[in-house]
């Protein structure tokens, strides 16, 4: 029990600070009209039919007071049977008009949304791999699906009704002052008694929705996370199943408890509105019949007020949850637009260049990098924690420079958590260095471009890269490999299935090139998923070719053979290979050796070993070790 106890107030204090009541900005607001913009002419040919149902609503009582009068002042039956059937006509007018209406304003409120959501969409894609290392899946998913259809209720439903109500209410108002202000001026004197209370609701409303919204989030992040083949292995083999049922039946407890609030506070609201309005009538019936009796008013206009009174309601009624629908709509929007204030840390230049044509170089020129702090790449909603860590990141990468002449091969090695992995995400611009520079092409020192002056077009054209734990999609072989060269024929498909050792494998499986493999490729070995990212590469055909660590999670006799592959892959491109078998590394044209950010040695196998330095020593440990695991490893593990 006290367990719950102490979750529970974890739970509530991360919402709390993530929530709390604050009211919303007029920049919010205006920034939401700016998307309805885009619908202008909708928006207006809408209002106006909003009047003139407002118009008819206030026609059909006018009317019915006529007929009364006629009947109480016998009149032919002629002038009567004509007052019902233009009643008739009224009531057919206001259906088909009201149809109408509606059509604009969902045509209006899901265009808004399409726009968003398109928006959305392209500007989380732009965001750079510092964003998405940080943030949860699940979170950001949520904030995609349920916020934006949040923010849709605003515009396709009530954000339109608002526009006719407050037409109905005026002229409903106008026409009651005219038949007895007094009737009308004490039939609205109980309003107030809901209209205050209606006003902090709302607010208390937005609350709710915006802490449902947070426990949605977290249920999505932790559905995600652990739903995935790798999560679901790690909770299998280290996890507590149970308490994870727990934490995840706990938010979900009172995300019902939420739902159970809001219906009620809304179902409280729309009773006491009945209630008051049924109270009015009976007013106006006292005191309207008082009157009609006194010769003061018509009975006519006893009849006209009361049926006014009832419409009179109902557009209030509209208007009252109109305002709490608007505040939690504004709340998604809230969300979505502070994801799409993220500013992406790496743009393409408005300016940008596509790379110099041929064999390229690759030049490092005192490359200095930090990764970047969290509050400058992320949202705290979106990871989980209550305040963004603002400390800089420490420098891992202290002045790195080195040159790759064209067709050259450069081997990166040092301890693990060197820096190796760093040196080749910034060669593939998946982050800025901080001061210094990446230059391609260039037959000189400081000639190439500098990849940030590159478009990412040309980026994506001219690098390749393979990393240990390369990624796979949730589809089949061939659109895996098709990512990198979409026009690339079943031929082409099979001959780099070929050159990766993959061949056999894949003509033995039923689908063959169709064969699904599986989510982040886990119905395939580990070696199987290794060579294919590797077949990926190949089609590629990228001239400056980037291996992580490529065949760490290959056996013996597959690494010789992929290695035979890379290495015609390898023919006449330039290459950074990251790499912890000897035999790569001393078939490079140089070997750097990083450690702590830093080269602490350069040149060739021979020269290094002869220098007795830290290469020496790496390869007398590292070396001789992973060769010895690589001849005892399980094949295909
Ligand atoms: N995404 C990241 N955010 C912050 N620090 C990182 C990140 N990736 C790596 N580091 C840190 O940078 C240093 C260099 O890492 P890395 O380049 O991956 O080393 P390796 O030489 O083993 O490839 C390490 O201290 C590591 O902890
Ligand atoms: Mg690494």
């Known amino acids: ?19 709390g009541s604050k009211p919303f900005s007029k920049a919010l607001l205006k920034r939401v009209f700016g998307f309805a913009r885009p619908h202008r002419g909708k928006l207006i040919a809408f209002v106006l039919l909003s009047i003139v149902m407002a118009v008819l609503a206030v026609a059909t009582p006018v009317l019915a007071g006529q007929v009364v009068d006629e009947i109480i002042a016998h009149a032919d039956a002629g002038t009567v049977i004509g007052l019902a059937v233009l009643i008739a006509i009224v009531a057919v007018a206001e259906a088909g008009l009201g149809l109408l209406t509606r059509w604009l304003s969902s045509t209006i409120g899901e265009g808004v949304i399409l726009d968003l959501r398109t928006k959305v969409f392209d500007h989380v894609q732009k965001m750079p791999i510092a964003f998405f290392t940080r943030t949860r899946t699940g979170a950001l998913v949520s904030r995609l699906n349920n916020d934006v259809i949040g923010a849709q209720s605003a515009f396709a439903g009530t954000l339109s009704g608002v526009v006719s109500n407050v037409v109905a209410l005026a002229l409903t108002l106008a026409v009651m002052l005219n038949k007895s202000w007094l009737v009308t001026v004490l039939a609205m004197i109980l309003l107030p008694i809901f209209l205050i209370p209606a006003r902090r609701m709302g607010s208390r409303l937005a609350d709710l929705r915006r802490e449902a919204a947070e426990h949605n989030a977290a249920m999505g992040t932790q559905m995600t996370e652990r739903f995935s083949a790798p999560g679901a292995t790690l909770v299998k083999l280290f996890g507590r199943p149970d308490e994870e049922s727990h934490e995840f039946a706990l938010r979900a407890g009172r995300v019902r408890d939420i739902g159970v609030r809001t219906a009620m506070l809304q179902f409280t609201f729309v009773t006491a509105l009945t209630l008051v309005s049924a109270l009015a009538l009976a007013l106006v019936y006292g005191l309207g019949g ?118 050259q091969t450069v081997a990166l090695v040092g301890s693990s958590g060197a820096g190796k992995s760093t040196i080749a995400q910034l060669l593939s611009r998946l982050y800025d260095v901080d001061s210094g520079a990446v230059r391609l092409g260039g037959t000189t020192p400081g000639t190439g471009v500098d990849v940030r002056d590159l ?70 070995s580990g070696g199987e998923r290794q060579r294919l990212t590797i077949a990926r590469l190949l089609i590629a055909q990228p001239r400056v070719v980037i291996l992580d660590e490529a065949t760490a999670a290959l056996d013996s006799t597959n690494e010789a053979a992929v290695q035979e592959a890379l290495g015609a892959a390898l023919e006449g491109r330039t290459a950074v290979v990251i790499a912890h078998r000897l035999s790569t590394v001393r078939a490079a044209d140089a070997i750097l050796v990083v450690e702590n950010g830093s080269i602490v040695e350069r040149g060739t196998h021979h020269e290094l070993l002869a ?24 094949p295909g593990y």
């Open 1 to 19: 029990m006290s367990m719950d106890r102490v979750a529970w107030s974890s739970l509530y204090n991360i919402t709390r600070a993530s929530s």
């Open 290 to 407: 008082w009157l009609a009796l006194a010769g003061q008013l018509a009975a006519g206009d006893v009849v006209v007020l009361a049926l006014l009174l009832t419409r009179l309601y109902a557009p209030l009624t509209a208007l009252s949850n109109a305002r709490v629908e608007i505040m939690s709509a504004l709340v998604s929007f809230e969300r979505v637009f502070e994801i799409l204030d993220l500013k992406p840390l790496i743009q393409q230049k408005p300016d940008a260049v596509a790379s110099p044509p041929g064999p390229l170089s690759v030049e490092f020129d005192d490359v200095r990098f930090a990764y970047p702090s969290a509050d400058k790449v992320s949202l705290a909603s979106l990871e989980d924690v209550r305040t963004l860590d603002t400390r800089g990141g420490e420098e891992v990468l202290h002045g790195i420079s080195f040159r790759v002449e064209p067709g």
């Open 455 to 524: 478009t990412f077009d040309s980026m994506r054209q001219t690098l390749g890269m393979v990393t240990q734990d390369g990624h796979l999609f949730h589809e089949s072989i061939a659109s895996n490999l098709r990512l990198a060269r979409p026009e690339a024929t079943d031929e082409q498909l099979w001959d780099v299935l070929r050159r990766a050792r993959l061949e056999d494998m894949i003509r033995s499986l039923p689908d063959g090139l169709d064969t699904v493999v599986g989510e982040r490729g886990y119905r395939l």
């Open 611 to 634: 220098a007795e330095g830290r290469y020496a020593e790496l390869y007398r440990t590292q070396f001789a070790e992973a060769s010895a695991v690589a001849r005892e490893a399980v």
